[in-house]
């Protein structure tokens, strides 16, 4: 078209540089995320990165392209591919106000068997269960 002017300006645009994070600050935000009670989000946030970013870095980190990652982090979820939580087999039963009298239980605790009280809920747990999903278990519950 005759008398149209083109502003090549818009058409070339700078080249965003993007920041190089060293390994060691990748490692440290990755722990941040698996301490008691943190957000992933929260810990992108302050830090001023993207949460997928972060995500990314969990991941990677629970592969040990950080480092060894430490046995309670790798523990705390099932597939460090995926970073797919461990999932405990949940049944919920109506409480009984007193047990029968003849019942199978004898006046010794049962072995491995853990039970925790809240507010709103009592959970109990049966067999082989890692402390590490434990703290995973209470930290969820008390939320």
């Known amino acids: 078209m005759m008398g149209t002017k083109v502003d090549e ?13 060293p390994v ?12 008691p009670g ?6 992108a ?13 969990r991941r990677q980190y629970l592969q040990g392209i950080f480092g060894t990652p430490h046995p309670e982090h790798a523990a705390a979820v099932a597939n460090p591919e995926t970073g797919a939580p461990v ?11 007193e047990v029968a009298p ?3 239980e004898t006046n010794s605790p049962p072995e491995n068997v853990c039970e925790i009280e809240f507010d709103r ?4 747990i049966a067999g ?4 590490a999903i434990l703290r995973l278990l209470i930290r969820e519950l008390t939320r």
């Open 9 to 21: 300006t818009l058409s070339r645009s700078p080249k965003i540089k993007r920041p190089n994070f």
């Open 24 to 35: 060691a600050t990748k490692r440290h935000l990755a722990e941040q995320t698996f301490e």
């Open 38 to 43: 943190a957000s992933v989000s929260l810990v």
């Open 45 to 57: 946030r302050r830090n001023d990165i993207n949460t997928n970013l972060l995500f990314r870095w």
């Open 87 to 97: 999932l405990l087999p949940v049944s919920i039963v109506t409480e009984t106000s």
């Open 102 to 104: 003849n019942s199978h």
């Open 121 to 124: 809920a009592r959970v109990r």
């Open 128 to 131: 082989d269960v890692s402390p």
